[in-house]
T-cell receptor, first 115, second 115 residues
Framework: DGGITQSPKYLFRKEGQNVTLSCEQN?????MYWYRQDPGQGLRLIYYSQIVNDFQKGDIAEGYSVSREKKESFPLTVTSAQKNPTAFYLCASNPGQVPSYNEQFFGPGTRLTVL | AQKITQTQPGMFVQEKEAVTLDCTYD???????LFWYKQPSSGEMIFLIY??????QNATEGRYSLNFQKARKSANLVISASQLGDSAMYFC????????????FGSGTKLNVKP
């Protein structure tokens, strides 16, 4: 079955620690995205990548970093510089071709809690 | 400026009745796509319906229809014959394919279906 997997589902970390959230897709999509969602709020774009080895900052990139070494993988690192990292993190992808109008496909999300 | 505006933070509807969730958008592009997603309490994002900016007819998918008024820049979601399982957050989103394929999400509407 094709889809997007995120691991782990729940993640706890201590203040001051970096943590990496995994996102893998087997949909052969070029574009991948990371969003942050706070309780009762919408999705805010952290980073996105159109192709391998290329990525751009979204609206709230400070305190986060990403890499795109493989088409299938787009890991997100939440660094100690992120002042309020407790949130729900969603990874998404789409084929990326222009002018395709495909929807975003989402992973199940990771709930990060900083203790 | 907000790209997507959802002005109804929460709504109630009686089971079996129809409900309209509002969405307005802002873009200067001629080519764009509009999407609606459902997010149950589990957190997964479920794609519901899509409307392209050049589509002349309103999109429909089962009990979901999109009331697209291009001149007013509105893309309201209509759910007919509401069911208890429709209780969830609903997000409107816009894609600008010629703007780095970015997606913009609204802040969401929490729909509660009453028995």
């Amino acid at each position: 079955d094709g889809g997007i997997t995120q691991s782990p589902k729940y993640l706890f970390r201590k203040e001051g620690q970096n943590v990496t959230l995994s996102c893998e897709q087997n949909l052969n999509h070029d574009a991948m995205y990371w969003y942050r969602q706070d309780p009762g709020q919408g999705l805010r774009l952290i980073y996105y990548s159109q192709i391998v080895n290329d990525f751009q900052k979204g609206d709230i990139a400070e305190g986060y970093s990403v890499s795109r070494e493989k088409k299938e993988s787009f890991p997100l690192t939440v660094t100690s510089a992120q002042k309020n990292p407790t949130a729900f993190y969603l990874c998404a992808s789409n084929p990326g071709q222009v002018p395709s109008y495909n929807e975003q496909f989402f992973g199940p999300g990771t709930r990060l809690t900083v203790l | 400026a907000q790209k997507i505006t959802q002005t109804q933070p929460g709504m109630f509807v009686q089971e079996k009745e129809a409900v309209t969730l509002d969405c307005t958008y802002d873009t200067s592009d001629q080519s764009y796509g509009l999407f609606w997603y459902k997010q149950p309490s589990s957190g997964e994002m479920i794609f519901l319906i899509y409307q392209g900016s050049y589509d002349e007819q309103n999109a429909t998918e089962g009990r979901y229809s999109l009331n697209f008024q291009k001149a007013r820049k509105s893309a309201n979601l209509v759910i007919s014959a509401s069911q208890l399982g429709d209780s969830a957050m609903y997000f409107c989103a816009m894609r600008e394919p010629y703007n780095f394929n970015k997606f913009y999400f609204g802040s969401g509407t929490k729909l509660n279906v009453k028995p």
